[in-house]
């Protein structure tokens, strides 16, 4: 039963093809991340506008451990200056900053800038989840042993335990650059979540990109099994 048009109040992204975005003007990987941290930093500035609650950014994945050194330390040197130069921003404009995925594992000083943007951002309405060393197997298997630990192995015990527990029912999945694959992100909360695939890359990705996509979605039945 369509109750449309309907509203995406939780959308995530894979933010993919800031490499292919370089690669088409010769330029290094590192300036296609740096063009990517942009985009980033526009859409958060639209989410207010666009009435969604809660967006959910793949940023880093369990599985980006495997590239080049060079590259993983481009990519969390450009965390580093974004969490500093963005911080009053999220603070200013009512965002909550939230982190899904393994992030204690990360550097020491980042750890402590994110604990440190967790607290001042703690009061804000609108979440911006950013998933960090994040791997959605990794994050069911914590959430089956922590069930599992209070001898309650449920759909929901498991829900109850993953570290989206406290975020809005995801809505919306978008993957940019062309790819048609999860990449190991959100799998228990996609459940359920209408997809979107789009061949715009990353850095080309604008807030007017984001409001298609949620003119898309309003035009999607959901369903949930039933009729
Ligand atoms: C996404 O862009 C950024 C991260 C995975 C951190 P990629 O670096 O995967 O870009 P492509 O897929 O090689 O174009
Ligand atoms: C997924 O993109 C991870 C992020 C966007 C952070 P990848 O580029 O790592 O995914 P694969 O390797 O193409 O599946
Ligand atoms: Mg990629």
């Not at 393994?102 to 804000?124: H, K, R, Y």
């Not at 001898?151 to 498991?158: A, R």
């Not at 062309?178 to 459940?191: C, D, H, M, P, Y």
């Amino acid at each position: 039963m369509g109750n449309s048009p309907a509203q995406a109040k939780h959308v995530a992204i894979i933010m993919d093809g800031n490499g292919r975005w370089a690669k088409r003007r010769a330029l290094p990987r590192a300036m296609g991340h740096k063009r990517g941290v942009e985009a980033v930093r526009k859409l958060v500035r639209s989410v207010g506008s666009l009435g969604i609650d809660c967006l959910t950014l793949y940023a880093f994945s369990s599985e980006n451990w495997k590239r080049p050194d060079e590259e993983v330390d481009d990519l969390m040197n450009l965390m580093r200056k974004f969490i500093k130069s963005d911080l009053p921003e999220f603070i200013a404009n009512d965002v909550r900053l939230k982190i899904i995925g393994d992030w204690q594992g990360l550097a020491p000083d980042i750890v402590a800038m994110l604990e440190d943007a967790l607290e001042q951002t703690s009061g804000g309405s609108r979440i911006l989840a950013v998933a960090l060393n994040y791997g959605a197997q990794q994050e069911i298997a914590r959430a089956a042993a922590k069930a599992a630990a209070i001898g309650e192995v449920t759909d929901k015990s498991i829900a109850a335990h993953l570290d989206t527990n406290d975020l809005p029912p995801l809505d919306l999945l978008i993957r940019t650059s062309g790819e048609v694959r999860l990449s190991n992100f959100l799998l228990w909360q996609a459940a359920y979540a209408e997809m979107l695939f789009v061949d715009t890359l990353w850095p080309d990705f604008t807030p007017e990109h984001l409001q298609q996509a949620l003119d898309a979605f309003a035009d999607r039945e959901r369903r949930f099994g039933g009729r």
